[in-house]
């Protein structure tokens, strides 16, 4: 293990990523279970939880017999294999559990959720998407005059990615010689090659993982490096030289700036929501009512949700009327219809933001946000992490 990994992140065997919300969204189809449960961190799973999670495994099964489902078998048999493979695994503050005829997925989390089992025609994915928006994932770049490394982080943890030497290139670093050109633009040269062959793997790295960034090392060598990259989209900020002595420190100074750059963005949400409302308020809906029909009827570019909003239901509550009589309804409710909400945000290529609780209280507890252009489809599922 790198010196700068955090205990608990050699255990996180199963960490949330955006994909993993819109592939669980794009894949669902009924009957979709979803098993959710807070645990208690440590080397193996307690007594205490496996037996909850036991208990939600019998619920599973009962639901799946009203419902008679055709399938029952093989699902709990994917069930039960999950649930053994946890069991046996060091644990987080949550445990969350997806099984389908097409999918198998385990997720620790790092923060504690309410224990349900949960099965419907999509998968319960708010869990993941509050992770997601309150411990995304982040990219660490120290920098040196010699040497680059690049971390992973997530949930308090660094891990190891690459790192770059500075006599890495394809010759050899050679000294210049007084009366042959001059010697700072050669090192300076020597020095932008070096930031650029880094930049260049940074580039690929956030390509297939896109997260915030944060730069930290040697100032001068990160104001050179802010001056001539290409990668630093959604930088989330610097850590200060102080920080940057232990791997502890690294760890947490990086968390912190992911933090407050999780609260910029949280601003910048409400702050693109009141100048919507004031430059294009036909763009703007309020409310489950009118934010479901919206983001049926429209393209959506974002949906504002505050934290703990829940909205039980079923999908044709808000669904627009048809002429003529209306059919009874034999649907069973849903949990949470926020979660369906979300989740066709998602797969229509909007935004999500989770604001604090009572920034939306004069909107329903949720907005939402067209597209001006008002086109007809999205570019595809996407969910940015930060």
């Not at 495994?57 to 053994?84: F, N, T, W, Y």
């Not at 920080?243 to 968390?255: H, I, M, N, P």
Request: charged share 20%.
């Amino acid at each position: 293990m790198n010196s700068f990994d955090a205990p608990a992140t050699a255990r996180r065997l199963h960490q949330v990523r955006p994909r993993d919300v819109a592939d669980l969204t794009v894949t669902a189809a009924y009957p979709c279970i979803s098993v959710l449960m807070p645990t208690d961190p440590g080397p193996r799973m307690t007594s205490p939880d496996a037996e909850r999670l036991h208990g939600l495994v019998e619920d599973v099964d009962r639901q799946l017999r009203e419902h008679g489902v055709p399938a029952r078998a093989r699902l709990m048999r994917k069930l039960a294999s999950r649930v053994q493979q946890v069991a046996g695994q060091p644990t987080d503050r949550a445990v969350a559990i997806y099984v389908s005829l097409a999918v198998s997925r385990t997720f620790w989390l790092s923060m504690p959720v309410t224990a349900r089992a949960v099965v419907e025609h999509t998968f319960a994915t708010r869990p993941l998407v509050t992770t997601l928006h309150r411990t995304p994932p982040h990219v660490l770049l120290l920098l040196h005059p010699t040497c680059a490394h690049l971390y992973q982080g997530a949930d308090g943890g660094l891990r190891l990615v690459w790192s770059r030497d500075s006599f890495q290139g394809p010759s050899p670093v050679r000294v210049p010689q007084q009366g042959h050109g001059d010697v700072e633009e050669a090192v300076a040269d020597l020095v932008d090659g070096f930031l650029r062959a880094v930049d260049h793997l940074l580039g690929r790295y956030r390509a297939e993982h896109p997260s915030p960034l944060v730069l930290g090392g040697s100032p001068h060598v990160v104001d050179r490096f802010s001056a001539l990259s290409r990668n630093l989209n959604r930088l989330a900020g610097r850590i200060p030289p102080a920080r940057v002595e232990t791997g502890l420190d690294l760890a947490r100074a990086s968390s912190e700036v992911v933090e407050h750059y999780l609260r910029s963005r949280r601003e910048e949400a409400l702050s693109q929501l009141r100048n919507a409302l004031a430059s294009r308020p036909g763009d703007v809906a309020s409310g489950m009512a009118a934010c479901w029909q919206a983001v049926h009827r429209r393209a959506p570019a974002m949906l504002l949700v505050e934290q703990d909003f829940i909205s039980p239901g079923r999908p044709e509550d808000y669904a627009v009327p048809a002429p003529g009589p209306r059919p009874r309804s034999v649907a069973p409710v849903v949990h949470d219809l926020v979660d369906d909400l979300m989740e066709l945000v998602i797969m229509r290529g909007g935004q999500l933001a989770l604001v604090d609780n009572g920034d939306l209280a004069a909107r329903g507890r949720v907005a939402s946000l067209s597209r001006p252009s008002d086109a007809a489809g999205g570019p595809g599922p996407r969910i940015p992490p930060g």
